[in-house]
């Protein structure tokens, strides 16, 4: 499984502590929620391109992983 530290950031001085993409100020909900409303990937990149495209692929990578063994585990 991935470092989610490497991919994910949590600080009280940045949005509050709110989960972040590492390095950036862009929420991690904010790609779920383009993606949930049909987006491309692509589109969210475009409007946010503090967040690399493999840092994207990343959590969504980690999302998957961390899902997956959550639903083995029950």
């Given at each position: 499984?991935?470092?989610?530290?490497?991919?994910?950031?949590?600080?009280?001085?940045?949005?509050?502590?709110?989960?972040?993409?590492?390095?950036?100020?862009?929420?991690?909900?904010?790609l779920?929620?383009?993606?949930?409303?049909?987006?491309?990937?692509?589109?969210?990149?475009?409007?946010?391109?503090?967040?690399?495209?493999e840092?994207?692929?990343?959590?969504?990578?980690l999302?998957?992983?961390?899902?997956?063994?959550?639903?083995g585990?029950?």
């Amino acid at each position: 499984m991935r470092d989610a530290s490497q991919i994910i950031q949590r600080s009280a001085a940045i949005l509050g502590g709110t989960p972040v993409f590492a390095g950036t100020r862009v929420p991690i909900q904010t790609l779920l929620d383009y993606l949930e409303a049909g987006d491309r990937l692509d589109d969210f990149l475009d409007e946010f391109p503090t967040v690399s495209r493999e840092q994207a692929i990343a959590f969504l990578e980690l999302a998957k992983e961390t899902a997956v063994a959550e639903a083995g585990s029950s």
